[in-house]
């Protein structure tokens, strides 16, 4: 009798170890097939949402969100099994340059006990599209190589034994860096400063031209040695933006302006501006800020990263030029709007009170901190906000009036019931130490950084 027990306890063992090897080749299948059919249809979807008119008026690759997103959900509900169910995640979707984000989440049909929403298996895709180009005989260049080689820059080389070509004056010039933390990352001035032969700073060549790109080649203490136009010298931090995709991968960047401005008043449309293109190309991969800003960011975007949480920068430097012009632009709708001008000139409070704000609290009518790099306009992945980003009205007001405190208790009705916002507000001022404003819930600025530049530059404006 007691072999019997024994032989029925092996037999039920093996039932569950057979179980259990179906279970976990089924999760590894299905997980497997699943990314490769996830990469495949990322590709082909983004591929067909190219936007080729805008490429033949621009020279830009330019992909539609809204036709990728339709794409990708027409060929995952053909390629995928029927029978399956799977949820589609979009993290992060961006036109120009195009990339994506893509999740999902399916479930391997394996379960000994599978429940409606059970999902074991995820897969995710980031992808990119990107054209590499080399120019190639273009006017005063030179291929010649003699005993003095000249590269595309028209900076002279010397031979020597080990095929070194670097330029002497570079190399004497780079003797000063002490650290190369930002090595390889681009840059550009805010203001035009000296540039400086090496670093001592004894002599300069000239002066840097705001809205030239550089590439970082090392530091020492605030100043940058920098690759500026085929030479290399140095410049003072304190006045040069950096690229913020570099700087803050932690990040994701969605610039609005850069390809379609989601500017509105009142929820209604700005003319010449929603949906219009108002920054150059140079926007799509270079996102400059400040420096001595940029670092407060990176702060904040670290704490939010390490919370869960990730920023999404929708705007960050602005040119002068297109504040005006986007100014301009309310101003005629305010003047031809009585409900645009009356959300714009006051607020009701939760008590019932008015309050008066005006036109100047949601676009500068001076310089604002945009146009010397030193403020972004952020929102939190995931979460609902207390208006739609780019709201130009007092629906989109972070505190109740502007002449409160800019305390949590004084939070607007709209900032009160949004958690999303209120923990944007610590990563921004908490961890960053960044300022507010009392009328945008999402614009967060360096006061020390936009008073050292000053008057700010316009440049790469489309407008």
Known sequence: MQSSYWGYWLIVLGVGIIGLMISVQGITTNTTQDYYSLREITEAS??????????RDYNEVKMNKEKFMEVFVRMLAETMGTADTYEVNFYAI???PPKVSVEIRSSSGTGFIPSAGDYDTTSRIDAIIQIHAEQVGTPGSSNTNNSGNQNSTGTTTQPDDNNDDEPIADATCEEGISTTNLQGMGGVAMASRPLYTTADRDETNGNVTPGVKFDIL????????IEYEGECGWVDSNYMAINLMDYVPEAHYDIANASSSIFRSSGQAIDGVTGTRLYTSDYNGFVPATFSFAQKLKNAASAARAAGDTLVIIDAYRPSGVSRYVNSRLTNLYNSNSTVKENIDYST???GARYTWGQGWFLAQGTSAHNTACAVDVTLSGYSMPSYMHELSTQAI????????KTSSNYSVGMSASEGAKKLSSYMMGSGG???LASEWWHYQDNSCHSRIGTGASFWSAV
């Open 46 to 55: 983004m591929l067909e949402a190219v936007d080729y008119g805008y490429y």
């Open 94 to 96: 961006y036109e120009a």
């Open 218 to 225: 090392g530091e020492s203490g605030n100043y940058w040695a």
């Open 349 to 351: 409070g939760a008590s």
């Open 398 to 405: 972070k505190y109740y009036s502007p002449n409160v405190a």
């Open 434 to 436: 960044l300022s507010d």
